[in-house]
């Protein structure tokens, strides 16, 4: 399967601000990555599905203003949490869809404080 | 380099089987194993595993961890059709809490 790479893995911020996670597909051309959330013990949750060169696709109750999701590359999907408040610390994890099934990220551990 | 290999890749059973899912792994400053089962693109939580030996039960799904030898288990008995899907294992580090996840096993289970 494909080699993802998701940066950071942790990030401690303050409230209000904004910070930006990146999923790379290091040897796959994706066009489509997802990213959910992941609180302990708990199913991951899908938030988004990212569509190279178009709009992503939000799941029912993800604010799509708040949680801002480039996929600009077949090789880059970013998502921006803007105006970061400490209910949004989590996991935030990407995956990648290849030919063989999906591929997730390492994660990234989003503290806001 | 951390990662985490589940075996087979794929496997086909009927209905009634019991099967075995193997996930090893090795990673540095190991915190805890997880299970996943995934049917649609989001995986669904099965179990978390953090002690060696400790059995745990859900329904007719059970699952160990073995942090000696670096591998856990994932059995399920009686399969039904429902049973079919992807199964996730991934490692989860402490310090830097990322999550290596394996391939994936993929199960059928044939009426």
């Known amino acids: 399967g494909a080699v993802v790479s998701q940066h950071p893995s942790r990030v401690i911020c303050k409230s209000g601000t904004s910070v930006k996670i990146e999923c790379r597909s290091l040897d796959f051309q994706a066009t489509t990555m997802f990213w959910y959330r992941q609180f302990p013990k708990q199913s991951l949750m899908l938030m988004a599905t990212?569509?190279?060169?178009?709009?992503?696709?939000?799941e029912q109750g993800v604010e799509k203003d708040k949680f801002l999701i480039n996929h600009a590359s077949l090789t880059l999907s970013t998502l921006t949490v803007t105006s970061a408040h400490p209910e949004d610390s989590s996991f935030y994890i990407c995956?990648?869809?290849?030919?063989?099934?999906?591929?997730f990220g390492s994660g990234t551990r989003l503290t806001v404080v | 380099e951390d990662k985490v290999v589940q075996s087979p890749l794929s496997l086909v059973v009927h209905e009634g089987d019991t099967v075995t899912l193997n996930c090893s792994y090795e990673?540095?400053?190991?915190?805890?194993l997880l299970w996943y089962k995934q049917e649609k693109k989001a995986p669904t939580f099965l179990f978390m595993l953090?002690?060696?030996?400790i059995e745990k039960k859900s329904g007719r799904l059970s699952s160990i961890l073995d942090k000696k030898e670096l591998f856990s288990i994932l059995n399920i008995t009686a399969t039904q059709t429902g049973d079919s899907a992807v199964y996730l294992c991934?490692?989860?580090?402490?310090?830097?809490?990322?999550?290596?996840f394996g391939t994936g096993t993929r199960l059928k289970v044939l009426a």
């Open positions: 991934a490692a989860l580090l402490s310090g830097t809490y990322k999550y290596i």
């Open positions: 995956s990648v869809l290849d030919n063989y099934g999906y591929t």
């Open positions: 953090t002690s060696s030996g």
């Open positions: 990673v540095t400053n190991f915190r805890s």
């Open positions: 990212s569509n190279e060169g178009s709009k992503a696709t939000y």
